[in-house]
């Protein structure tokens, strides 16, 4: 175990003087992962709490969301998919506490290129997204 200046502590694995492998890390302004390091970045399956009462489950690569996961808004709303550098990127689907679903593809963080959004109401919206916007 190992007590940062700033009062983050780290339980883990290391390899040298770097965390690797499987650890804990309690950020002192708030905040939890628990799971995979390389270098000292999250990397690997992993969970994320985050202070403001977001959490993420799933993949890390270089300390960012990367891969399959899973994001818990504080909202209430959920994001389930593909991650790229720490992005919704790639296929996923996104679901409103109110019930409307988007389910396609998102490029940075918005919806991009195929989907389909199903409203709560059972309208649909399907075909071509572009910068978050439906376009035909």
């Known amino acids: 175990t190992l007590t940062y200046a700033d009062g983050s502590v780290y339980t883990g694995s290391w390899v040298g003087n770097e965390r690797s492998g499987q650890g804990t890390l309690t950020l002192a302004g708030g905040g939890n992962y628990v799971g995979g390091f390389l270098h000292n970045k999250y990397h690997g399956s ?16 270089e300390g960012k969301r990367h891969g399959q996961g899973i994001y818990y808004f504080p909202s209430g709303n959920v994001y389930e ?13 996104f679901r409103w506490t109110d019930g409307t679903v988007h389910q396609g593809q998102w490029l940075n963080g918005k919806r991009h290129g195929e ?9 649909v919206r399907s075909g071509l997204w572009e910068d978050d916007k439906f376009i035909s």
């Open 115 to 123: 989907g389909t959004l199903t409203y709560s109401d059972g309208r």
């Open 81 to 93: 998919g593909e991650w790229l550098d720490g992005e919704r990127t790639g296929y996923g689907t």
């Open 46 to 61: 992993g969970t994320f709490i985050y202070n403001d009462g977001g959490k993420y489950v799933g993949q890390f690569y």
